[in-house]
């Protein structure tokens, strides 16, 4: 499980790239705990789209977990939770 909170853009995603590159090489699913992200920016909504491709492309699952409203929001206006591997657990 990942956990991304506070506020998190461009600026911080020498921090977050990491951690989601190590999440590629798992062989489960992928879970995002989002319940302590106050702010994000598209740069965290490319990052989880990438992600999510490259875990379908093997057979695996995104899944968003407990977004606060703003960022549930900015998921659906991107429409980060149409894509086919990832589920929104609000």
Do not use: C, K, N, Y
């Not at 911080?12 to 989002?34: C, F, H, K, N, Y």
Request: proline fraction near 4%; avoid cysteine; charged fraction near 30%.
């Amino acid at each position: 499980m990942l956990h991304i909170w506070g506020d998190e853009d461009r600026s911080t995603s020498g921090q977050r790239r990491p951690a989601l590159s190590a999440a590629i090489t798992t062989a489960r699913d992928v879970v995002v705990d989002l319940r302590e992200l106050r702010f994000a920016d598209s740069s965290v909504m490319i990052d989880l789209a990438v992600l999510a491709q490259r875990l379908r492309a093997d057979g695996r699952r995104l899944r968003l977990r407990g977004p606060q409203p703003q960022i549930q929001r900015l998921i659906e206006i991107v429409r980060l939770d149409r894509q086919p591997a990832v589920t929104l657990d609000a």
